[in-house]
């Protein structure tokens, strides 16, 4: 929970930041330091991914992964359940304020950053991936908050009930898991955040949630090699 923690004091700072002094950051200075977080993302997720102890585990996570996120389209999903809250709660009194919350536990929640770094901080107690996010949202909740007001500070709370319960749920996993099934949950789960790196650099944007299946694919294969194995010694 170290790691949310984190997440809900810088998103909390940068948005009392960004209430009082407003848009004053220049673009030019916000644009950098966020392409220096994402050169940050872009290296971590690679030391994530190197990790694994066979790379065909991986590929099978990814290709299985993403062909189930393409069939279930979970990208589109999230896009219409965000766009649906939004449109929900500008139709309502206060709307600046209601607005501000939903725009950001929607960017602040609704992303594989959010589950991959609370996976990881349940499962082995490194919160480093969501210290990156933490950064990333501290920074987004100053330009938010300058801009829809102090409803922004309230995602805190759609932070810590997300991300919190997600890491909770994963520690109770490291006792069903094993630890090749973990390297291996990391591994694919650095990939994803090399890509996140390459969206926040502007090299590419990829439809990142479609390979999210990948995680649970993963240790699938690890648990399946042995079967194989057995059955084809070759």
Known sequence: MVG???????????GLIGTFLGARLPENTQRSVMHGLGLLTLVIGIQMAMKTENVLIILGAI?????VGEGLQLQAGLERFGNRLQTLFKAGPHSTVSEGFVTA??????GPMAILGSLQDGLSGDFKLLAIKSMLDGFAAVAFSASLGWGVLLSAGSILLYQGSITLLASGLDKVLTPEMITEISAAGGLLIAAIGL??????????AN???????????VALLPLLKAWWPY
């Open 4 to 14: 949310t923690a984190i997440n809900v004091a810088t998103v909390v700072t940068g």
């Open 105 to 110: 536990s929607l960017v602040f929640c609704v």
């Open 211 to 221: 390979f999210l299946p990948a995680l649970a694919v993963a240790p699938a294969i």
């Open 199 to 208: 969206k926040l650099l502007n090299v590419k944007d990829i439809r990142i």
């Open 63 to 67: 290709l299985v992964g993403v062909i």
